[in-house]
């Protein structure tokens, strides 16, 4: 029970006694107020008609006696009057039983009063003439406590009711900063979510305990964004390369490893820029960098609307870029921006260039390793015999029979039509081998081919044509939960689907249609998402959690100078590092990054999730980093996680 109704339930007690005991002392007040009227009425009525009938008792006119005493009789409430003569005898007597009027029976039952009776002895000098007996009858009492009572009753709970509304308003402004201190409390614990306390206590003891958790709040966001910069730091001695601050040669590797298993379209630029090792030569390393993180920014502004890119130093006057998911028809128009911006920063103070570049650029729909792919930009850049220009090349071996972007959006929307979608699930399993949940992963299934989702997604993307497709995913989930009572499943939705509000809109219908299984399906969302549109981001994790389901984000990690992020969006359920931490296990800088990592999501109470884990000696190394669940070729084997 809460403290606030501890308190109304502590002073409704209090108040309701003292009512009580109030109501009671004035009932009882009432009581001998009106039992002293009922002994004076008694009093004076025998003194009255004594002397009325003295004189009738001399003159012993009884017709006279009768008509009197049945008129006084009558026009007062007695139960009984009797006449007794010098020597007992009785001369006149009458009596009766009244109604009680609208008195109930059991407060009648309470016998708040006896019938008051009494007595006088009628004389006339030294001769007794008779003694006069009368007894009231008590209705009218009851009636006039009766109804004194009600009155009192009804005064006493209204003022209950007056005085209890002022209470309730009194607490309700004394121990609301105490309602917005749990909140914000509950908020912390569940969600690892700190929002400060900004209303104004009236009570000291609430000012310092409001201070204090502010305190203790900006104490928690300076000990995270510190995790992240700790983990930002490492990222860059493993990935960065620490003379111009770009990627390395291994960020690289790992990213045209990526682009490899994704099987999309991509630009891979080479740019010669013979004025940075002039730079560096005559005005240091510190220069030096100053000018390519001063590309980098440049091409951010000017590429970064168009697609994700990466910039990487090969040598001091050699930088690569590589640019994935791109538009074909906008190449050309792509290499010349960064042609600009790469001679845009090297002028003289004359703004004219100091030295000529050399850019090359090579699309390819099928990339090579990383060896092979800077090889072949070599052998184009030696072919071109301008020295300042810029070329694009295409490299699409074994392309016969590949099919284009409308063909695979086409290809898709015959595969919906045709049921030929099919889906495999794979396991996320905790380090001691329990199942979490299922990804799904969806594939086109046809009699000469087997098409999964990587190799058509990345088209569907470029022409925002993903709608139709994850809607179809979507109902298909709802109608596996319907068969797979107790397992939960995960799905993971296109970057465009959630950028179309047509799409969200239909995306919250039907997940409230669906109340019963939000704790039973997990959206996952891709950082690239939230790294380029962070408010839109916000909203879209902000709508599943209205409609009561859960998601999580996939390649966490990858943008690592942004990982603050998490603190700009509601608290996913779980995240799912990148695959780019798995592949630098074997070396301790890549062990700390990944454990950096986890802290960093384990500080807003986070489930971190490592994928493409292949064997138990794997599992067991993320045991000791902290990984809380794995995924890949390891949850297919369940009994060999059971052993471990």
């Known amino acids: 029970m809460t403290l606030y109704r501890q308190l109304v339930l502590l002073f409704l007690l209090c108040i309701s006694i003292i009512s009580l005991v109030n109501l009671s002392i004035a009932i009882g007040s009432q009581q001998?107020?009106?039992?002293?009227?009922?002994?004076?009425?008694?009093?004076?009525?025998?003194?009255?008609?004594?002397?009325a009938i003295r004189p009738l008792l001399l003159d012993e006119d009884q017709a006279t006696l009768n008509v009197t005493l049945s008129a006084f009789f009558d026009i007062n409430q007695f139960n009984n009057i009797r006449?007794?003569?010098?020597?007992?005898?009785a001369l006149w007597q009458k009596e009766q039983n009244l109604i009680k009027g609208s008195v109930p029976a059991w407060f009648a039952g309470l016998a708040w009063f006896e019938a008051p009776q009494g007595e006088v002895t009628i004389e006339a000098g030294w001769r007794q003439l008779g003694s006069l007996h009368m007894q009231i009858d008590p209705s009218l009492a009851?009636?006039?406590?009766?109804?004194?009572?009600?009155?009192?009753?009804?005064?006493?709970?209204?003022?209950?009711?007056?005085?209890?509304?002022?209470?309730?308003?009194?607490?309700r402004q004394l121990v609301f900063p105490l309602k917005a201190l749990q909140s914000a409390s509950q908020t912390?614990?569940?969600?690892?979510e700190f929002k400060p306390i900004n209303i104004q206590a009236r009570t000291l003891e609430f000012r310092e305990v409001q201070s204090a958790f502010n305190t203790l709040g900006q104490h928690f966001e300076l000990f995270f964004k510190e995790q992240a910069e700790e983990a930002k730091k490492l990222r860059g001695r493993l990935y960065l390369d620490p003379l111009s601050g770009l990627g390395n040669r291994q960020l690289l590797a790992a990213d045209i490893e990526h682009w490899r298993e994704q099987k999309t379209n991509g630009l891979m630029v080479l740019i010669q820029l013979p004025a940075l090792a002039?730079?560096?030569?005559?005005?240091?390393?510190?220069?030096?960098?100053?000018?390519?993180?001063?590309?980098q920014q440049q091409l951010d502004v000017?590429?970064?609307?168009?697609?994700?890119?990466?910039?990487y130093r090969l040598q001091n006057h050699e930088l690569a870029l590589l640019v994935q998911d791109v538009d074909k028809q906008k190449l050309l128009s792509l290499l010349n921006t960064i042609k600009q911006v790469s001679e845009g920063i090297l002028v003289d103070p004359l703004g004219i260039s100091v030295q000529q570049s050399r850019i090359t650029g090579l699309y390819s729909e099928h990339p090579e390793e990383i060896g092979e792919m800077l090889t072949l930009l070599d052998n184009h850049q030696q072919e071109e015999r301008e020295p300042n220009s810029a070329s694009l090349h295409q490299h699409n071996p074994n392309t016969e029979g590949v099919r284009g972007r409308q063909q695979w959006v086409e290809f898709v929307e015959q595969a919906i039509a045709h049921q030929a979608i099919e889906f495999r699930q794979q396991a996320v399993l905790d380090t001691q081998g329990n199942a979490l949940h299922f990804e799904v992963f969806s594939s086109i299934v046809t009699p000469t081919e087997n098409c999964p989702a990587s190799s058509f997604l990345p088209f569907l993307e470029l022409q925002e044509k993903t709608t139709q497709f994850d809607r179809h995913v979507i109902e298909q989930m709802f109608l596996k939960l319907d068969l797979h009572n107790k397992r939960t499943l995960a799905v993971n939705l296109s970057a465009s689907s959630l950028l179309d509000i047509g799409f969200m809109r239909w995306l919250g219908r039907i997940l409230k249609r669906y109340p019963q299984y939000r704790h039973r399906l997990y959206l996952e969302i891709s950082e690239v998402l939230?790294?380029?549109?962070?408010?839109?981001?916000?909203?879209?994790?902000?709508?599943?959690?209205?409609?009561?389901?859960?998601?999580?984000?996939?390649?966490?990690?990858r943008n690592l100078n942004r990982v603050d992020y998490l603190t700009q969006i509601p608290r996913p359920a779980y995240v799912k590092l990148d695959y780019l931490y798995s592949q630098g296990l074997d070396d301790t800088q890549g062990r700390d990054l990944l454990t950096a990592l986890c802290r960093t999501a384990h500080k807003l109470n986070i489930l971190t999730i490592a994928t493409r884990v292949?064997?138990?000696?794997?599992?067991?190394?993320?045991?000791?980093?902290?990984?809380?669940?794995?995924?890949g070729y390891i949850s297919q084997n369940w009994e060999e996680v059971q052993q471990l």
């Open 188 to 192: 912390l614990i569940t969600k690892r």
């Open 32 to 51: 001998n107020t009106v039992a002293q009227n009922q002994t004076l009425h008694l009093n004076s009525s025998l003194n009255n008609l004594s002397m």
């Open 530 to 557: 939230i790294y380029q549109h962070t408010d839109s981001a916000a909203q879209i994790c902000e709508s599943i959690n209205q409609a009561g389901y859960a998601f999580g984000i996939d390649h966490f990690g």
């Open 302 to 311: 000017e590429v970064q609307p168009c697609a994700a890119f990466g910039l």
């Open 614 to 631: 292949e064997n138990s000696d794997q599992l067991a190394l993320y045991q000791e980093l902290h990984v809380d669940a794995v995924q």
């Open 83 to 89: 006449l007794d003569g010098p020597e007992g005898q």
């Open 142 to 171: 009851y009636q006039q406590l009766w109804d004194a009572a009600g009155e009192l009753v009804m005064m006493s709970i209204g003022l209950t009711v007056l005085c209890c509304l002022a209470l309730f308003l009194v607490l």
């Open 278 to 295: 002039d730079i560096l030569d005559e005005r240091g390393a510190s220069y030096y960098q100053s000018f390519t993180q001063n590309l």
